[in-house]
């Protein structure tokens, strides 16, 4: 089955639905394909007691403010999941879940998005897949040796499973920070780091990161000086959970192992400590593999942009990705900005 519309949005998570809510407002036809079976996005497959940097009220999509999570200043992921479903459904946005896309093709005039359900044929494509689907793991020696269980954060489910375990948690970003913090009074946890721990200011959150973020791409923008962005403040934001185990003395780091044995960490000054699983916190590459096919991938993955616009096909944009698709755009009230965007241009494009 074929079909075709003005607009096929990839991915139905927080990036693709601030972009149906944009797209509506300017009249124009779109569809948006989500390999998810339900509403919520990447949020709905978070552990229980992650929390979002930022309150409701500044961690909410174009059009609605995220209501407040009853006795939690900062909303947990299933508070984020239901107000993206409810979201949806407030808009009436034409998500269909359970659409895996396959490829995107250039058919000329036209862009062809083959799916396992059928064919869409689009005058343009918003790519907002993010990269939940893609964990990165690092090339560590020895990683495969190691008898014990590995992980990434999109396994982790809680510390019930971890309980009286051994465990090594890798990286010093928010994920590594709060999943250390969750494990600890459960399991025996050792925090392992690349450079010593970097904590914003106890009173800095979502609001203050998404300014900076800003200010970034405005001075560079306008050819001033690189301010730093997001990066000048720190690496880990202390929502009160992290800032609990902190203050305790129970999130003091050790400096990145250099290879793994069969049992566990080796450091360079030849220590070793036994372990029984290792969860690496470690980061994300963009979910891109559907896009191959347009051979415009630059350096590191990314494609050459202007704006949310890939610099080499007008047709096709990209959302929710990072800085380089936007200030802050792969953050829920960054996002909203960059999808106005995006749907500005697509209306000057396809009228």
């Given amino acids: 089955m074929t079909q075709r519309t003005d607009v096929v949005v990839i991915g139905g998570g927080q990036a693709g ?14 569809v948006v394909l989500d390999a998810q079976p339900t509403p919520g996005g990447a949020w709905q497959h978070m552990w229980d007691s992650l929390r979002l940097f930022s309150p409701a009220a500044y961690s909410s999509l174009p059009g609605r403010l995220m209501p407040l999570q009853e006795g939690q200043p900062y909303p947990d992921a299933g508070h984020v999941a239901a107000y993206l479903a409810n979201y949806e459904k407030r808009y009436h946005l034409p998500v269909r879940h359970g659409v895996q896309v396959q490829v995107v093709r250039d058919e000329g005039r036209l862009l062809r998005v083959e799916t396992d359900t059928g064919i869409w044929r689009a005058r343009t494509v918003i790519s907002a897949t993010g990269t939940w689907t893609r964990p990165f793991l690092p090339a560590v020696e020895g990683r495969r040796e190691f008898t014990g269980r590995q992980l990434h954060t ?6 019930a499973e ?7 948690v890798v990286g010093g970003g928010n994920s590594g920070a709060q ?16 450079r010593p721990p970097r904590y914003l200011a106890d009173d800095v959150d979502g609001r203050v990161l998404f300014d900076a973020a800003t200010a970034r791409r405005r001075a560079l923008d306008e050819g001033r000086p690189d301010t730093g962005g997001v990066a000048s403040l720190g690496d880990i934001v202390p929502v009160p959970p992290v800032r609990a185990a902190r203050d305790a003395g129970l999130l003091t780091a050790r400096p990145m192992f250099t290879a793994l044995t069969p049992t566990g960490p080796q450091w360079a000054d030849g220590t070793r400590q036994d372990a029984d699983a290792i969860i690496w916190c470690t980061g994300f590459r963009s979910a891109l593999a559907h896009l191959a096919s347009l051979r415009l991938r630059g350096t590191r993955g990314h494609v050459a942009t202007a704006g949310t616009r890939a610099a080499d096909d007008p047709r096709l ?21 960059t999808a106005r965007e995006a749907a500005r241009e697509i209306a000057l494009l396809i009228r």
């Fill in 162 to 168: 971890f309980a009286g375990r051994r465990v090594i």
């Fill in 154 to 159: 999109v396994h982790y489910a809680g510390p």
């Fill in 317 to 337: 944009h990209f959302l929710g990705y990072g800085d380089w698709t936007g200030p802050a755009s792969a953050t829920l009230i960054g996002v909203g900005r």
């Fill in 179 to 194: 999943i250390a913090a969750d494990l600890t009074g459960h399991a025996e946890v050792t925090w392992v780091t690349r």
């Fill in 17 to 30: 639905l601030a972009a149906g809510y944009h797209l509506r407002r300017l009249g124009i036809e779109y």
